[in-house]
């Protein structure tokens, strides 16, 4: 008898916490509630903005572009057709790289050795082949932009191909001089550095 007294009391006390928990449960969902109501919920900033693919390409188009005119007197459209054919390249920040150190990308630029147009190419050396390969068809073709590029993109690669050295290739490109290599490859990692330092300024504008 005096257990089933014991087991009662034991339930009761339990019902009775129970009952308590629930209450204080309540009552702090209900403060919640009143305190989510009369405070004003600020909108979260996410610290690194996400910027779509095309969002990504026009800043690093943009920052070159920048970048091309603090180093050339060309006019701003000549710049971006060179930016724009560049970039139709595998390797453009390369090609620029050689257009600035050939021509400060000057497409009717012409040197004392007879390189003529953006990528400095040697009419007498390669206009033969190029007219050939239908990249050229006279020395005319080697001042606008588009066909120069194609030239000297042409050039480089066959270059590449006997050299399987991207420093001997360029050596060669510039007919041996033994300093070309460094000064395009410096050249190359300016631009490049140029490129991938936009989109974190412009990440940092948006705070």
């Not at 034991?10 to 928990?21: E, H, I, T």
């Not at 970048?67 to 060309?74: F, I, P």
């Not at 724009?84 to 000057?106: G, H, K, P, Y």
């Given at each position: 008898?005096?257990?089933?007294?014991?087991s009662?009391?034991?339930?009761?006390?339990?019902?009775?916490?129970?009952?308590?928990?629930?209450?204080?449960?309540?009552?702090?969902?209900?403060?919640?509630?009143?305190?989510?109501?009369?405070?004003?919920?600020?909108?979260?900033?996410?610290?690194?903005?996400?910027?779509?693919?095309?969002?990504?390409?026009?800043?690093?188009?943009?920052?070159?572009l920048?970048?091309?005119k603090?180093?050339?007197?060309?006019?701003?459209?000549?710049l971006?057709?060179?930016?724009s054919?560049?970039?139709?390249?595998?390797?453009?920040?390369?090609i620029?790289?050689?257009?600035?150190?050939?021509?400060?990308?000057?497409?009717?630029?012409?040197?004392?050795?007879?390189?003529?147009?953006?990528?400095?190419?040697?009419?007498?050396?390669?206009?033969?082949?190029?007219?050939?390969?239908?990249?050229?068809?006279?020395?005319?073709?080697?001042?606008?932009?588009?066909?120069?590029?194609?030239?000297?993109?042409?050039?480089?690669?066959?270059?590449?191909?006997?050299?399987?050295?991207?420093?001997?290739a360029?050596?060669?490109?510039?007919?041996?001089?033994?300093?070309?290599?460094?000064?395009?490859?410096?050249?190359?990692?300016?631009?490049?550095?140029?490129?991938?330092?936009?989109?974190?300024?412009?990440?940092?504008?948006?705070?």
């Amino acid at each position: 008898m005096q257990q089933v007294e014991l087991s009662e009391n034991v339930k009761g006390k339990c019902r009775s916490l129970a009952l308590y928990f629930m209450m204080g449960l309540i009552a702090v969902s209900g403060f919640a509630f009143a305190y989510w109501v009369a405070v004003p919920v600020r909108p979260v900033h996410r610290a690194w903005p996400v910027l779509s693919s095309a969002e990504d390409k026009e800043a690093a188009r943009q920052a070159i572009l920048r970048w091309m005119k603090a180093n050339s007197r060309m006019p701003e459209n000549v710049l971006a057709k060179i930016y724009s054919v560049a970039m139709e390249r595998v390797n453009t920040d390369l090609i620029l790289a050689i257009c600035v150190v050939e021509s400060n990308f000057n497409p009717h630029a012409e040197s004392d050795k007879g390189a003529v147009g953006l990528m400095g190419i040697m009419p007498d050396v390669w206009l033969e082949e190029l007219e050939a390969r239908g990249i050229a068809s006279d020395k005319e073709d080697l001042y606008t932009i588009s066909k120069n590029i194609d030239a000297g993109a042409f050039v480089l690669k066959r270059y590449l191909e006997r050299t399987n050295n991207l420093t001997k290739a360029l050596s060669r490109y510039s007919g041996g001089d033994p300093s070309y290599a460094d000064k395009v490859l410096q050249m190359q990692k300016k631009i490049t550095l140029a490129r991938r330092l936009e989109p974190k300024l412009s990440l940092a504008a948006a705070y």
